[in-house]
């Protein structure tokens, strides 16, 4: 940009967001500036188009008027399907108000002032065939145009709660402030409900697991990972206690010194992970939650921040 400004000793304003620059330069200047641009490197090639009218950028077209200001207005692009969720599914309230609001106030954020009311009533159309009603679209519409959007305020806190219709929209107005605020989910699909079409593996043919093996006689639990197959590695466990081999499994050893017995008939699966590193935090964070009861004595990933773990946890599940 110094050397374009350099080279050309001209005044050349420069708007930018990231890598998407718009130059306005004076109209003797696009073709030099077009050399110069093309010289820069010699794999890049710069053409001109030469629109007569509107030029788009980003989420706007932009044009210069008779009085050489540059006016600006929303894009239509052909891809665009302007389909929105529609009033009539079942979502919140506040995400239907949210789409709404959304694109109104791009309109009144990017468009010249003369264009807002045509850019509005081209939306309003497609708000209209998903179905919002016309009343609703132009109290959104009031709402926006003309007021000083306060800043926005986020809560400290999120609550992920299920979306089950107008009661949870009352809940979330009662309880949600500037600490808590109320995010709505889904609620059940009918998928879970429905027996799965693919056959499950059975644990022991697993791979990739982090899998958990209780003792009979006691509280103790082992929590150890694999890539291969999971029985593999339950054999080598089983092999270890029968040649009483203390060194190469801690469940033998466990089993061993307190002549217990392991649950070889009920090895869980707790997790899954296609990486070493990620089998092994995963199973890191499930010894720190069996406490005490994990038998597990080597290589433990210490986890500092019992609320981190349980989050890690809950997501890696
Ligand atoms: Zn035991």
Same mark, same amino acid.
């Given at each position: 940009?110094?050397?374009?400004?350099?080279?050309?000793?001209?005044?050349?304003?420069?708007?930018?967001?990231?890598?998407?620059?718009?130059?306005?330069?004076?109209?003797?200047?696009?073709?030099?500036?077009?050399?110069?641009?093309?010289?820069?490197?010699?794999?890049?090639?710069?053409?001109?188009?030469?629109?007569?009218?509107?030029?788009?950028?980003?989420?706007?077209?932009?044009?210069?008027?008779?009085?050489?200001?540059?006016?600006?207005?929303?894009?239509?692009?052909?891809?665009?399907?302007?389909?929105?969720?529609?009033?009539?599914?079942?979502?919140?309230?506040?995400?239907?108000?949210?789409?709404?609001?959304?694109?109104?106030?791009?309109?009144?954020?990017?468009?010249?002032?003369?264009?807002?009311?045509?850019?509005?009533?081209?939306?309003?159309?497609?708000?209209?065939?998903?179905?919002?009603?016309?009343?609703?679209?132009?109290?959104?519409?009031?709402?926006?145009?003309?007021?000083?959007?306060?800043?926005?305020?986020?809560?400290?806190?999120?609550?992920?709660?299920?979306?089950?219709?107008?009661?949870?929209?009352?809940?979330?107005?009662?309880?949600?402030?500037?600490?808590?605020?109320?995010?709505?989910?889904? *609620? $059940? /699909?009918?998928?879970?409900?429905?027996?799965?079409?693919?056959?499950?593996?059975? !644990? =022991?043919?697993?791979?990739?697991? @982090?899998?958990?093996?209780?003792?009979?006689?006691?509280?103790?639990?082992?929590?150890?990972?694999?890539?291969?197959?999971?029985?593999?590695?339950?054999?080598?466990?089983?092999?270890?206690?029968?040649?009483?081999?203390?060194?190469?499994?801690?469940?033998?050893?466990?089993?061993?010194?307190?002549?217990?017995?392991?649950?070889?008939?009920?090895?869980?699966?707790?997790?899954?992970?296609?990486?070493?590193?990620?089998?092994?935090?995963?199973?890191?964070?499930?010894?720190?939650?069996? *406490? $005490? /009861?994990?038998?597990?004595?080597?290589?433990?990933?210490?986890?500092?921040?019992? !609320? =981190?773990?349980?989050?890690?946890? @809950?997501?890696?599940?």
């Amino acid at each position: 940009m110094q050397y374009l400004k350099e080279s050309t000793l001209l005044r050349i304003d420069e708007y930018r967001l990231a890598d998407d620059i718009l130059f306005v330069v004076d109209k003797t200047m696009i073709e030099p500036l077009n050399g110069i641009l093309n010289q820069l490197q010699p794999g890049l090639c710069f053409k001109l188009n030469n629109p007569q009218g509107w030029l788009t950028y980003m989420d706007m077209e932009l044009c210069k008027n008779r009085n050489g200001n540059i006016i600006s207005r929303l894009a239509r692009k052909s891809s665009t399907t302007y389909n929105y969720i529609k009033w009539f599914s079942f979502h919140p309230m506040y995400q239907k108000k949210g789409i709404v609001l959304g694109i109104l106030k791009r309109i009144v954020k990017l468009c010249s002032v003369q264009y807002r009311w045509g850019d509005f009533n081209f939306y309003r159309k497609y708000f209209l065939l998903n179905g919002y009603p016309p009343n609703f679209i132009d109290k959104c519409w009031s709402q926006i145009k003309d007021s000083n959007w306060p800043p926005r305020v986020t809560s400290n806190f999120f609550v992920k709660l299920p979306y089950l219709g107008k009661n949870s929209e009352i809940l979330k107005r009662k309880i949600s402030d500037n600490n808590i605020g109320i995010t709505m989910v889904g *609620g $059940k /699909n009918v998928g879970p409900g429905l027996p799965s079409l693919y056959k499950s593996i059975p !644990n =022991l043919k697993q791979k990739e697991t @982090v899998y958990e093996i209780g003792c009979q006689d006691c509280s103790a639990i082992y929590i150890g990972e694999t890539g291969r197959p999971l029985e593999k590695r339950i054999d080598e466990h089983r092999n270890a206690l029968y040649r009483d081999d203390t060194e190469y499994s801690r469940v033998a050893d466990h089993c061993i010194r307190f002549n217990h017995w392991p649950n070889f008939d009920n090895i869980k699966v707790r997790g899954h992970g296609k990486t070493k590193f990620e089998r092994r935090i995963k199973e890191g964070i499930l010894r720190e939650i069996a *406490g $005490k /009861n994990a038998i597990n004595k080597v290589n433990p990933i210490i986890i500092k921040d019992q !609320n =981190l773990a349980f989050s890690h946890f @809950v997501q890696f599940l």
